[in-house]
T-cell receptor, first 111, second 115 residues
Framework: DAKTTQPNSMESNEEEPVHLPCNHS???????IHWYRQLPSQGPEYVIH???SNVNNRMASLAIAEDRKSSTLILHRATLRDAAVYYC????????????FGQGTRLTINP | DTAVSQTPKYLVTQMGNDKSIKCEQN?????MYWYKQDSKKFLKIMFS???????INETVPNRFSPKSPDKAHLNLHINSLELGDSAVYFC??????????????FGPGTRLTVT
């Protein structure tokens, strides 16, 4: 699985959009990109995943660069509840799905 | 209804003891996982079972033994507990991995403290 690089921390204001970047320059053509988040004292929570095209769901949007070497998780309107550690992870298209968590980005939301 | 549940939530025990952590999911998934999150907050996969068959077995001491009595349950038994086993253990489940990507649903975690 490709190594991912994320900023250690980011800060944003409530009700503003948040763009969380992730670099995965060694990603292969068959690797998925996943985003999970972990709220304080809770287990990780699935946010979104994609392969090549941009993806939207009720929680967030995932913008994948054309060369797939980077991606951005977009929270359209941050709330205090979005304060968490966000993990960007890549995994193989086929086979056992082993999620390898890095250090993630700690997102702080200011009221 | 809790999707993935773990018991106990907290476990404090002494070195050398044997303990078990139980996990149950009611999502109808056929794949379950155990992860360990250490004091530095790094989350690492330990094991994965699909239909009661072990499919992922990371470099974990033999003192750790997962047991899956059925698709909905995956228990973790730890023998001869050591101080370094202190961590938060998370259970997760997903649909069968294969072609494609399936989201994993995590339990609330079990905080194990070995004294």
């Amino acid at each position: 699985d490709a190594k991912t690089t994320q900023p250690n921390s980011m800060e944003s204001n409530e009700e503003e959009p948040v763009h969380l970047p992730c670099n995965h320059s060694t990603i292969s053509g068959t690797d998925y990109i996943h985003w999970y988040r972990q709220l304080p004292s809770q287990g990780p929570e699935y946010v979104i995943h994609g392969l090549t095209s941009n993806v939207n769901n009720r929680m967030a949007s995932l913008a994948i660069a054309e060369d797939r070497k980077s991606s951005t998780l977009i929270l359209h309107r941050a709330t205090l509840r979005d304060a968490a550690v966000y993990y960007c992870i890549t995994s193989k298209l086929q086979g056992a799905q082993k999620l390898v968590f890095g250090q993630g980005t700690r997102l702080t939301i200011n009221p | 209804d809790t999707a993935v549940s773990q018991t106990p939530k907290y476990l404090v025990t002494q070195m050398g003891n044997d303990k078990s952590i139980k996990c149950e999911q009611n999502l109808g998934h056929d794949t379950m996982y155990w992860y360990k999150q250490d004091s530095k907050k790094f989350l690492k996969i330990m094991f994965s079972y699909n239909n009661k068959e072990l499919i992922i077995n990371e470099t974990v001491p033999n003192r750790f033994s997962p047991k899956s009595p059925d698709k909905a349950h995956l228990n973790l038994h730890i023998n001869s507990l050591e101080l370094g086993d202190s961590a938060v253990y998370f259970c997760a489940s997903s649909h069968r991995p294969g072609t494609g990507a399936y989201e994993q649903y995590f339990g609330p975690g079990t905080r194990l403290t070995v004294t």
